[in-house]
């Protein structure tokens, strides 16, 4: 069972099976190889890449706002619907040129030319019934994003890093979300399946040719994506050339460490392993401190990123952000830079996401419920600066311990 269950869940979500060997058989030659066979030959530490990850989203908030992948989604969810008529476009921003929609942008092109740089792109289509959850799987975290505020990403790790309660209280939706969504994975391998089963096909083996197209396509990708921000600027819209540049950096480090907050809420209930909890635990630390440091001195708003979902919003919201994310195989930027490996499953999870989330706002401020979510609480109105910033820290402390004996123990995993 165990084996089956792991078939299912990273059928549609792992590398394709490209080895560090075939990449430095076929790597570019010349001085820059070591360097090349060091970044793109291996995976990148996950400890590593949180902290990298944790001090890009201090970076980005010091620059104009936190990072947060539902906001960028929704515009493409948005423009679709102006497109094909339901939606009113009277403040609709392109997505060329909407800083959330630029940011994901930028993401899907770094974790794109990553994946082509160490070899690893390849169209995968998985089974229908793989691509049925995902669609499913993005729908519910489009919705669950409206009601929270955010996603994991900007309603949970960076709605927290900015000492918001709802940060706080959408965490605890996630963790259930998360086990539900686990629990309900274990009953369809028991009782359903055949639904995840037969019919995967993948287009392009990694690491099969010696003609070495991915890796220059890689570094076309990249350069194209430096030239497309320098562009931007020079025609004045340097807010969107800066977050295009953050996004395809986000991109990158995703790639290459594949960390994803999804394995960080889901992997120790199922296998035990707590690398990537402990990853989020440091990388959100990091990101709070600094996020902490640009409020107290007055260098962004203290009221930035605080969002009014707490209780109800950001509760309901991460329960079903949690268990769609599960079904789709990648959190709030993880069905992103997947997508950008080749994942067929996280195109459709993407897509469903964009609609759900669209569709969901429009129906929540039709019925004008959307200011009904919740209340905005910023902790340090409760505990002030330093009891705020102990707290978060030891939520995360103990959350990083949590993990740890939990990998040792195996007390709570369900394989």
Same mark, same amino acid.
């Given at each position: 069972m165990k084996n089956r269950v792991l078939s299912i869940q990273r059928r549609a979500a792992r590398p394709a099976a490209s080895s560090e060997l075939d990449i430095a058989r076929h790597g570019p030659a010349g001085p820059g190889r070591a360097l090349y066979d060091h970044l793109f030959g291996q995976r990148w530490s996950v400890?590593?890449?949180?902290?990298?990850?944790? =001090?890009?989203?201090?970076?980005?908030?010091?620059?104009?706002?936190?990072?947060?992948? !539902?906001?960028?989604?929704?515009?493409?969810?948005?423009?679709?619907?102006?497109?094909?008529? %339901?939606?009113?476009?009277?403040? @609709?921003? !392109?997505?060329?040129?909407?800083?959330?929609? /630029?940011?994901?942008l930028g993401l899907l092109a770094g974790a794109f030319g990553a994946a082509l740089l160490s070899r690893e792109f390849a169209v995968r289509i998985a089974p229908a019934g793989e691509l049925l959850k995902g669609g499913l799987g993005g729908l519910l975290m489009?919705?669950?994003?409206?009601?929270?505020?955010?996603?994991?990403?900007?309603?949970?790790?960076?709605?927290? !890093?900015a000492l918001s309660l709802s940060g706080l209280v959408m965490m605890i939706g996630l963790g259930i979300g998360a086990y539900a969504g686990l629990r309900y994975v274990l009953w369809e391998v028991e009782h359903w399946p055949g639904l995840s089963e037969g019919g995967a096909r993948r287009f392009g083996v990694p690491g099969s040719t010696r003609i070495?197209?991915?890796?220059?396509?890689?570094?076309?990708? @990249?350069? /194209?994506?430096?030239?497309?921000?320098?562009?931007?600027?020079?025609?004045?819209?340097?807010?969107? +050339?800066?977050?295009?540049?953050?996004? %395809?950096?986000?991109?990158?480090?995703?790639?290459?460490?594949?960390?994803?907050?999804?394995?960080?809420?889901?992997?120790?209930?199922?296998?035990?392993?707590?690398?990537?909890?402990?990853?989020? =635990?440091? =990388?959100l630390v990091a990101s709070m401190v600094g996020c902490s440091i640009l409020k107290f001195t007055n260098l962004k708003d203290p009221g930035d990123w605080v969002f009014p979902g707490c209780w109800?919003?950001?509760?309901?919201?991460?329960?079903?952000? +949690?268990?769609?994310?599960? /079904?789709?195989?990648?959190?709030?930027a993880g069905v992103i830079w997947r997508a950008g490996e080749g994942h067929v499953k996280l195109w459709v999870a993407v897509g469903m996401f964009a609609l759900g989330a669209s569709s969901t706002?429009?129906?929540?401020?039709?019925?004008?419920?959307?200011?009904? /979510?919740?209340?905005? %609480?910023?902790?340090?109105?409760?505990?002030?600066?330093?009891?705020?910033?102990?707290l978060v820290g030891a939520l995360m402390a103990a959350w990083y311990v949590f993990a740890t004996w939990n990998e040792q123990s195996r007390t709570f995993s369900l394989l």
């Open positions: 400890m590593g890449s949180s902290l990298a990850l944790g =001090a890009m989203n201090v970076f980005l908030f010091a620059f104009d706002r936190p990072w947060t992948a !539902s906001d960028g989604v929704r515009n493409w969810g948005d423009a679709f619907l102006h497109r094909v008529g %339901v939606l009113d476009g009277g403040d @609709l921003v !392109s997505p060329w040129l909407y800083l959330g929609s /630029l940011l994901n489009g919705i669950g994003s409206v009601l929270a505020f955010g996603c994991n990403i900007g309603g949970f790790f960076s709605a927290l !890093s070495g197209w991915q890796p220059a396509t890689g570094v076309f990708v @990249l350069v /194209l994506a430096l030239l497309g921000a320098l562009a931007y600027d020079e025609s004045g819209y340097t807010p969107q +050339g800066g977050f295009l540049l953050f996004g %395809v950096t986000f991109g990158v480090i995703l790639q290459r460490s594949r960390f994803c907050l999804v394995r960080a809420f889901r992997e120790p209930f199922m296998t035990g392993d707590g690398e990537h909890t402990r990853g989020a =635990a440091l =990388a109800v919003g950001a509760l309901f919201g991460g329960l079903l952000f +949690g268990f769609g994310m599960v /079904l789709a195989g990648g959190c709030g706002r429009l129906l929540l401020t039709w019925l004008d419920l959307l200011d009904r /979510l919740g209340v905005a %609480v910023f902790l340090p109105s409760i505990v002030g600066w330093g009891g705020a910033m102990l």
